[in-house]
C-alpha cells in the first residue's frame, strides 16, 4: 500500500513541475523579443538557438 501511495505522490509532483515549466516558458517566450527574423538567421543559427533553448540554456 505505501508504495503505491508514494508513486501516486510522485506522479503528482512530476505533473505540477511539468505544468509549472510550461507557464514558465510560455511567459518567458511572451515577454522576450524575437532575436532575429527568419530571413536574417542562418540555419546554423536557428538550430543553435533551439537545442539551447530545449537544453534550458536560453
Do not use: C
Not at 542562418?42 to 540554456?57: M, Q
Amino acid at each position: 500500500m505505501a508504495k503505491n501511495k508514494n508513486r501516486e505522490r510522485s506522479r503528482q509532483q512530476k505533473a505540477a513541475q511539468a505544468a509549472e515549466r510550461g507557464q514558465q516558458a510560455a511567459q518567458q517566450s511572451a515577454m522576450e523579443p524575437q532575436a532575429k527574423s527568419a530571413a536574417e538567421a542562418s540555419p546554423g543559427d536557428v538550430a543553435r538557438e533551439r537545442k539551447a533553448r530545449r537544453l534550458g540554456h536560453e
